[in-house]
């Protein structure tokens, strides 16, 4: 079936690098995304790959895309204090609008 | 900001009542994706409409229902509210069926 997985939590200091990991199931996914949730508000698109790419770079954000294992990373370059949020992984499958979410990655940045 | 608004941000209402929540979608999109978030969770898909008609459903009961108007917005209905449907709802507008979801701030409902 259908199913997104990711860590639920990440620590990381100001100015380091942070890869939050998410793997799913659907081999028929053609979009992976990355949201960004703040503390009580909706979600923030953040950025998206097509399932033939294996490398997006978008500013700080760098999606990596290994398509045999099913496997999705986001880092982020330089992170700070206001990154701090909730990050989703969601996939979309092929001849559908529905985004399947994972349960989300709680980013927490100290200073 | 995504031009994407909800209404209300806030509600509370009691077991066995029913509730509308109201979404306006961003200028030009005809898709409107409604979702249900509960506290701790990823998003669930409940339903998709596109040019006002129903497409696609997630594992939702019949008593969550929705409807689309000629301006693209809509709304969210549920009927004989039980505690669990207490949660975010949030809904997400796109230019075309399979295009980016572009998320409003949600709807927080507290059933008690």
């Known amino acids: 079936g259908e199913d997104v997985e990711q860590s639920l939590f990440l620590s990381v200091r100001e100015g380091d690098s942070s890869v939050i990991n998410c793997t799913y199931t659907?081999?028929?996914?053609?979009?992976l995304y990355w949201y960004k949730q703040e503390p009580g508000a909706g979600l923030q698109l953040l950025t998206y790959?097509?399932?033939?790419?294996d490398m997006k770079q978008d500013q700080r954000l760098t999606v990596l895309l290994n398509k045999k294992d099913k496997h999705l990373s986001l880092r982020i370059a330089d992170t700070q204090t206001g990154d701090s949020a909730i990050y989703f992984c969601a996939e979309r499958g092929a001849n559908t609008g529905k985004l399947i979410f994972g349960q989300g990655t709680t980013l927490q940045v100290k200073p | 900001e995504t031009g994407v608004t909800q209404s209300p941000t806030h509600l509370i209402k009691t077991r066995g009542q029913q509730v509308t929540l109201r979404c306006s979608s961003q200028?030009?999109?005809?898709?409107v994706s409604w979702y249900q978030q509960a506290l701790g969770q990823g998003p669930q898909f409940i339903f998709q409409y596109y040019r006002e008609e129903e497409n696609g459903r997630g594992n939702f009961p019949p008593r969550f229902s929705g409807l689309q108007f000629p301006n693209y917005s809509s709304e969210l209905n549920v009927n004989a509210l039980e505690l669990d449907d207490s949660a975010l709802y949030l809904c997400?507008?796109?230019?075309?069926?399979?295009?980016?979801?572009?998320f409003g701030p949600g709807t927080r409902l507290l059933v008690l």
């Open positions: 997400a507008s796109s230019w075309d069926l399979q295009e980016t979801q572009y």
């Open positions: 659907d081999s028929s996914s053609t979009y």
């Open positions: 790959i097509f399932s033939n790419m």
């Open positions: 200028s030009g999109h005809n898709t």
